[in-house]
């Protein structure tokens, strides 16, 4: 059984700070990669950073610069350290975890396996 569960959403001002954190029980795969993504109102859920085992990281452009996603040494929990926020960053903040049969790749929706329930991030200007 694999379940994820985020932890640090909440409010926040423009400019200001977030940190947003996923525990993963169980393995999701025999190569996996998590991913943070996020789902505004009315809008696709959007993939913002990924991280494999090797600890390679991406980035969508819209935050790149801004936001850190980062691991445990043990890779149970990940991390979305997010700065310099912006109202456009508003949205639900979803955890996932590459499926089986991904190639290690997150990059996608498709590509997910497990989802946690999400934490809300609002940002105001």
């Known amino acids: 059984l694999v379940l994820l569960q985020e932890s640090g959403g909440g409010s926040a001002q423009a400019g200001g700070s977030l940190r947003l954190s996923c525990t993963i029980t169980g393995k999701p795969a025999s190569t996996y990669c998590m991913a943070w993504f996020r789902q505004a109102p009315g809008k696709e859920r959007e993939r913002v950073a990924e991280i494999d085992t090797d600890n390679y990281t991406s980035y969508e452009e819209p935050v790149e610069g801004r936001f850190t996603i980062s691991q445990d040494n043990d890779q149970k929990t990940i991390y979305l350290q997010m700065n310099n926020l912006k109202s456009e960053d508003t949205a639900m903040y979803y955890c996932?975890?590459?499926?089986?049969?991904?190639?290690?790749?997150?990059?996608?929706?498709?590509?997910?396996?497990?989802w946690g329930q999400g934490t809300q991030v609002t940002v105001s200007s």
């Open positions: 996932g975890a590459g499926a089986e049969g991904s190639g290690g790749y997150c990059y996608k929706t498709e590509l997910i396996g497990y």
